[in-house]
């Protein structure tokens, strides 16, 4: 009985999610309500609070799970290499980054607009986000004599770039096909850091 029970609330909770990305998809963050995740995913309204306490954790457990999928895949892949002394390594990461985007637009946008008009969720986020941030400047410990700096000014140059070529589809990228993109970031990066 009681495996059931979790079992069910397992499944609810995946349910929501997975409606919360869908709205999310179609409306955007800010103007999804609870109501709308909660009638996407077929349930009663008040099941929502039986999951999450509010969207915004909602939107943190959808952050965790992504990070989760892509630590899993990461160290799973025999490619991975961290010493950014070699362009190879930096493209994988690059290239790793542009596919974790594409894949998950919708909910990086909704963090995006989350954090821009609520303060405590933007640093919350940047909490979240502090361990990815520290195992990329790990990388750049042997290219960098301000790993932390080097780490926190190429993930926004990634983040900026892929945001403008994928979500707003800026003219002066859309001639780009992905590997081409990817390239040119490696390209800054490598350049950057070792001075090819």
């Known amino acids: 009985m009681a495996d059931s029970r979790k079992a069910r609330a397992a499944e609810t ?78 493209r994988w990461h690059v290239a790793q980054y542009w596919r974790f985007f594409r894949a998950h637009r919708t909910v990086i946008l909704a963090l995006d607009q989350a954090a821009l008009v609520d303060q405590r969720f933007a640093d919350r986020l940047t909490t979240l986000l502090e361990p990815d941030l520290r195992h990329l400047a790990d990388h750049f410990a042997g290219v960098s004599d301000r790993p932390a700096a080097t780490a926190l000014a190429v993930s926004t140059l990634m983040r900026q770039f892929t945001h403008a070529k994928l979500v707003q589809q800026h003219p002066a990228a859309a001639d780009l096909t992905d590997d081409e993109a990817i390239d040119l970031l490696t390209d800054l990066v490598d350049r950057g850091v070792n001075g090819r």
Do not use: C
Request: glycine content about 6%; proline content about 0%.
């Open 13 to 90: 909770e995946a349910a929501l999610k997975a409606a919360a990305q869908r709205v999310f998809d179609r409306l955007g963050y800010l103007n999804t309500k609870i109501t709308d995740i909660t009638a996407e995913a077929g349930r009663a309204a008040g099941s929502f609070y039986n999951h999450f306490g509010s969207k915004e954790d909602l939107l943190e457990s959808l952050l965790a799970d992504m990070l989760a999928a892509s630590d899993r895949e990461v160290h799973a892949d025999a490619a991975h290499d961290d010493d950014f002394a070699k362009r190879a390594a930096i």
